[in-house]
């Protein structure tokens, strides 16, 4: 399986398995089959309205029709990076340093789409992405952005925000300065090494180095176990957040 891999705005070194060319054709086609069910949908409700003498006008079609024209951008800014076809085979769209894309990467990649995927029947599109080896096409490499897969069965625990009893005490209080990105590396990283795996020396050396700049960040020092550390610095900075909103 090709992997890549990407330098965090931590200046940590992560690996992620990008998506096969497979997985993103059939998510692609899942999404035809979503879109093609809209708008049979939206075609027989506008042939009820004709027949009962009413009409939607224009604009009223063009609302009506929207959805599809903006299917791609809008499921992949509301659903971080991934729309139905994508979640159903466990990919998803993240920035070249591991981040969540912005709406202007999501829109550049919706627009170089009419290009290689709709206008040349996707065979631009499948040239970039078995020349380039990083899982990019044109609108990839354009907006800095790759599709790679996702973890399965990700528990509660593993996502960025999770339930924190009520009567937890934090032991940082400045884990609220961190961002969700920060943490979401943190939770990575530590997904990268199994608590039973001892043997990943690389890894245990990578779990180490983020705490060293989590420290530095926040300007604390702490005599934890590093592994640990980042545990905590999780459940701190999700208390933390959790009391602010």
């Known amino acids: 399986m090709q992997t ?29 089959v ?15 309205l004709q027949g009962a003498g009413l009409t939607i006008g224009t604009v ?10 903006l299917y791609e951008v809008l499921t992949e800014t509301f659903f971080n990076g991934q729309t139905p076809g994508k979640k159903a085979r466990n990919i998803r769209v993240i920035n070249l340093d591991g981040t969540e894309p912005s709406v202007g990467n999501y829109i550049i990649r919706w627009i170089f789409r009419f290009i290689e995927i709709t206008a040349s029947m996707g ?5 970039t992405l078995l020349i380039n ?3 990019q096409r ?17 528990r509660l625990e593993e996502t960025i925000i999770s339930e924190i009893d009520e009567n937890y005490t934090p032991t940082f209080a400045e884990a609220v300065n961190l961002s969700d990105q920060d943490i979401e590396i943190v939770k990575e990283v530590l997904r990268s090494q199994p ?3 001892t043997h990943g020396i690389i890894k245990i050396g990578l779990i180490k180095k983020s705490a060293s700049l989590i420290q530095k960040k926040l300007n604390i020092n702490s005599s934890m176990d590093s592994r640990r550390f980042l545990k905590t610095i999780i ?7 959790g009391r602010i909103g």
């Not at 979503?34 to 009820?48: D, E, H, N, P, S």
């Not at 044109?138 to 990700?154: E, F, H, I, P, S």
């Open 4 to 32: 890549i891999k990407i330098k965090t705005t931590q200046n940590i070194d992560l690996d992620y398995d990008l998506a096969g060319v497979g997985d993103r054709m059939i998510a692609v086609l899942i999404d035809i």
């Open 34 to 48: 979503i879109q093609a069910g809209y708008v049979l949908t939206m075609f027989v409700f506008t042939g009820v």
């Open 60 to 69: 009223g079609f063009i609302i009506l029709y929207l959805p599809v024209f």
């Open 123 to 127: 065979s631009i599109a499948l040239l």
């Open 133 to 135: 080896g990083r899982g």
């Open 138 to 154: 044109l609108g990839d490499m354009a907006a800095g952005t790759t599709v790679v897969r996702t973890k399965q069965g990700m």
């Open 195 to 197: 608590e039973d795996d």
């Open 235 to 241: 459940d701190d900075y999700n208390y933390l957040k």
